[in-house]
């Protein structure tokens, strides 16, 4: 069974930039699940950021975020990473990374099985 652990949130100004980290405990399990990055702001629903297939070889992200999000991962590591540029006030929430054992790249939350804490991004301008 994974666990997984965020870390690298933080206040930033408008335009700038965070690296995400998640870290799974349960290395030899964590290469061959997809992994994704969800966020969940005050008020409102979870949604989808960005998957990660088990090889690194695919990915996808929510339309909005495109272009700003990059989504990658380090199987030796047992790592995924989000790094998100320009960051914008809209941005702010709490960020969670999530693995699902079955499912290819899920963008819902119900196809993931495990769930870090969250880590919080909060971004002013």
């Known amino acids: 069974q994974a666990q997984l652990a965020e870390s690298g949130g933080g206040l930033v100004q408008a335009g700038g930039s965070l690296r995400l980290s998640c870290a799974a405990s349960s290395g030899r399990a964590f290469r061959t699940y997809p992994m994704g990055w969800f966020r969940q702001a005050p008020g409102k629903e979870r949604e989808f950021v960005a998957a990660i297939t088990w090889s690194g070889g695919s990915t996808n992200y929510a339309d909005s975020l495109k272009g700003r999000f990059t989504i990658s991962r380090d199987n030796a590591k047992a790592t995924v990473y989000l790094q998100m540029d320009n960051l914008k006030p809209e941005d702010t929430a709490v960020y969670y990374c999530?693995?699902?054992?079955?499912?290819?790249?899920?963008?819902?939350?119900?196809?993931?099985?495990?769930w870090g804490q969250g880590t919080q991004v909060t971004v002013f301008s």
């Open positions: 999530a693995a699902a054992r079955t499912a290819t790249l899920p963008i819902r939350a119900h196809l993931y099985d495990y």
